[in-house]
């Protein structure tokens, strides 16, 4: 099982959603750990060394980074669908 990690922007984001958009995204992020791959997309444009993955929740994209050799996921962006992209 990979263990979570938000950078902070993400937990802000994620802290400051209505209750039950909150719950049903820290759920899904909860579900992946088992196998993350598994659910997650690569993201076709990606700036960095490390390979960025999305999680489609509804209306909302996490944002993500999976490192597979010390087991963790990292979730470096969360937020609306239209806007998500943008920050990247």
Known sequence: MYTL????D???YLESLQKEH???IYNSI???LENPYSHVQ?????RTEQPLYK????????ILQIH?????????????????????
């Open 55 to 62: 999680l489609r929740v509804g209306h909302y994209r996490i």
């Open 30 to 32: 909860h579900t992946i």
């Open 42 to 46: 690569p993201l076709k444009t990606n």
């Open 22 to 24: 909150y719950t049903r």
């Open 10 to 12: 993400a937990l802000k």
């Open 5 to 8: 990690l938000f950078s902070k």
């Open 68 to 88: 597979s050799d010390v087991v963790i996921v990292f979730v470096i962006s969360i937020g609306h669908r239209k806007n998500i992209y943008r920050k990247l």
